[in-house]
């Protein structure tokens, strides 16, 4: 149990406390999700789905009261983006639940199950990770994503949104509630935190008697924040500056295809790319008409000494620029000699999000993914790709950066570990 300080004031303990006791009903609640069988857990998914679409008015009516608030208060387009719910967004969050119900049931696979000299087998289960806490800013689809793959991959959840989106995320938590109990599973297996009190964020990250994993999603300072104060693992991304390198060996209109709708698709999400590297060779053809695609977009260059060459209406960059993750119409260019000099740039510059070079060329192609160090590495696509959703996951819960455990989109996969098992009939260790 956490314990106040001498200067802790009224509110934030009784919000310490009120945390503290959904940790307790989601450490309970986590033992019968863990023992759920697939079917149990795809009628709570399913029901969650025809929820949101019979409440469908009162999730969009509660949205209109965040956006309302979102610009009195001064958010920026791209937050308003990212908050902004309507029919079409629905609708993906629906048939969202619907792919992760149809997806492999992950708990309880049995993997590397061999026979010992000693006659014992031995082998791998794939198990819940147990209670998984999640804090995001903005975008309340993010709590239908978390809890679909949570409840499907056996764990408990608490989920912390932005206080930008507190009247959504309660609409879309009444359905949720709704569908666990059509299915007859506990309301506490997926919970909303319902208090804007920064000092929500705070208990959650500190609570391992109760919390196994803290996922935090948003801005830089708050996953600064989870990664230093939080008394659990965590898995995270800082960063989303993703590159793509545009090679001499490109298909030009491949070329150009996809670095227009790699930065201009959308701008405010961590796969936007951040940074186009052009061979030297094609630079002075592809560069002015990629120029005249983003100005019509009303997209800002920045660009190197070699790009303000070719390009007239291009502001200088400054070597921030190369680190920057923008979420806004702005793009960094370099000219770069050839795809070892752009893969230097990525290593040093780069998040470890995602990479893709656009080639011809297999051989490099090859070398490109295979000497890239990012979560995802692209050959002639789109870095706009990288998602739990185009990556078949249904949905996801993050995008790690990390190494460990969980890299890239986490999916239902991610949301779960393995314990080793031990099958005998009587063995002793002689």
């Known amino acids: 149990m956490t314990t106040s300080s001498a200067t802790e004031t009224a509110d934030s303990r009784s919000t310490r406390e009120k945390i503290e006791s959904m940790g307790r009903r989601a450490r309970d609640a986590a033992r019968v999700i863990a023992r759920a069988n697939t079917a149990t857990k795809n009628h709570a998914l399913q029901a969650i789905g025809r929820e949101l679409d019979l409440r469908r008015s009162e999730v ?41 119900a149809e997806l492999p049931d992950p708990v309880g696979e049995i993997d590397d199950l061999n026979f010992r000299p000693s006659g014992i087998q031995v082998g791998k289960m794939r198990v819940p990770l147990g209670v998984v806490g999640i804090i995001y800013e903005s975008r309340p689809n993010v709590t239908i994503d978390a809890a679909s793959l949570c409840l499907k991959s056996g764990n408990a959840t608490i989920l912390r949104g932005g206080s930008e989106a507190l009247h959504s995320n309660g609409a879309i938590a009444a359905c949720i509630a709704a569908g666990l109990e059509e299915a007859g599973l506990p309301q506490s297996v997926v919970q909303v935190v319902d208090t804007t009190d920064r000092a929500a964020v705070g208990a959650l990250i500190a609570m391992p008697e109760y919390v196994d994993v803290i996922v935090p999603r948003g801005g830089t300072g708050l996953i600064e924040r989870v990664s230093r104060d939080a008394r659990v693992p965590v898995i ?24 227009l709708n790699a930065k201009t698709h959308r701008y405010g999400v961590c796969n936007a790319m951040e940074t186009l590297l052009v061979a030297e060779g094609i630079a002075e053809e592809i560069l002015p008409r990629l120029a005249a695609a983003y100005r019509e977009r009303e997209v800002e260059l920045r660009g190197c000494a070699r790009t303000l060459r070719i390009l007239s209406n291009c502001e200088a960059a400054s070597e921030s620029d190369w680190s920057e993750e923008y979420l806004a119409p702005v793009l960094a260019i370099r000219v770069v000699a050839n795809m070892d000099a752009a893969m230097d740039h990525i290593a040093r510059y780069g998040s470890g999000h995602t990479e893709s070079i656009v080639t011809e060329d297999y051989s490099r192609a090859r070398r490109f993914l295979a000497e890239v160090d990012s979560s995802s590495v692209m050959v002639n696509a789109s870095t706009r790709f990288a998602d739990g959703f185009e990556y078949g996951l249904g949905a996801e819960i993050g995008i790690s950066t990390d190494k460990i455990h969980a890299r890239g989109p986490v999916g239902l996969e991610g949301l779960t570990s393995q314990k080793w098992i031990v099958l005998g009939d009587g063995h002793i260790r002689q």
């Open 236 to 259: 995270k991304h800082l960063h989303g500056v993703c590159h793509v390198y545009l090679d001499d060996r490109a298909d030009r209109e491949k070329a150009f295809n996809i670095a």
């Open 60 to 100: 969009l009516e509660a949205n209109q009261k965040d956006l309302e608030a979102g610009r009195n208060s001064g958010l920026d387009a791209a937050l308003l983006d990212r908050l902004e719910l309507n029919d079409e967004r629905i609708d993906g969050m629906i048939e969202g639940l619907h792919q992760v």
